[in-house]
DNA sequence: ATCACTGCAAATTATTTGCATCTCG
DNA sequence: CGAGATGCAAATAATTTGCAGTGAT
């Protein structure tokens, strides 16, 4: 059981609802909507309710377990991927994908590292980009 | 009046409130929220309605005239600031302040020249940085 | 004159809260 | 056992909509 292990190490009473929710999370390789996490964890427990499910991962959020994400529209997403990683939006579809590229991390921390932002402290950087599919049947990728 | 000349530039009647809000807008120099919007705008004209705002507001977003960003918080908030750049803020205040550096986006930009996006087309790129503030009463800055 | 824009009030949607009950540790 | 979590229903907040009247081109 790696949601539990997960749980108790972020201090947070690992309740049957939390277990579930934290796994459906794992295995999402997208970025779900409240909704989206409200409709997965319906089907195994058919008795959870909507403010727990908003209760559930605000405390992830906050516990550091999972990121809050928001899509220009404005919509509330749950990023269960929590290694330094960008964003390509969709904003015809609203697809989001995660986007990592080492070589980019490597040239945003060192610059930062030269150019300080004073009086801050900074705890995340985050690259969001914009934009529509060429082929909208087909999915975006990164090369 | 280059509140007017931009609207119709955009296809946009050029009302009264429309040039209110633009030029109200374009006096701004931080990132406001729909609801500062509406408290300046009535100083200027008493009997403009919220959903005027709201609808103002999205027009000219739709329109490109200003963007539409969200801070962490789900918080929409207006940047009347179109040229390309970042964002630093602070999840404590809220605060919000505009991060711009040429060799920064030199950086950036060049990099995804080489490292394609597939089936995408890149419309804007920005950079979030999220942190804390040192010292509470003063602002951040950029060295 | 036409068609888009405004303002109002009502509707919708998203999220939060209070509280009694239950459960993990 | 006790602190903290859950589920429900009700409350609040944020945004949108329908529509009749108004105003810009």
């Known amino acids: 059981m790696e949601a539990k292990k997960l749980l108790l190490q972020a201090n947070l009473k690992a309740t049957h609802q939390r277990q579930v929710i934290l796994n459906l ?5 997208n970025h779900p909507t409240v909704e989206n996490m409200y409709a997965l ?3 195994e427990i058919p008795s959870i309710s909507l403010a727990t499910v908003y209760k559930t ?7 550091g377990i999972i990121n809050k994400t928001l899509t220009t529209e404005g919509i509330v997403r749950f990023d269960p991927n929590l290694s330094s990683h960008g964003h390509i ?8 994908i995660d986007y990592f590229d080492n070589e980019l ?3 945003v921390s060192n610059f930062f590292k030269k150019k300080k932002v004073k009086n801050f402290h900074i705890k995340k950087i985050s690259l969001n980009i914009m934009g529509t599919k060429i082929d909208p049947d087909k ?3 990164i090369k």
């Open 25 to 29: 999370l794992l295995a999402c390789k």
């Open 105 to 107: 991390n490597e040239l």
């Open 57 to 63: 991962l605000d405390s992830f959020s906050q516990a």
């Open 89 to 96: 939006y969709c904003t015809n579809s609203n697809e989001i």
């Open 41 to 43: 964890s319906k089907k």
């Open 139 to 141: 999915s975006m990728s």
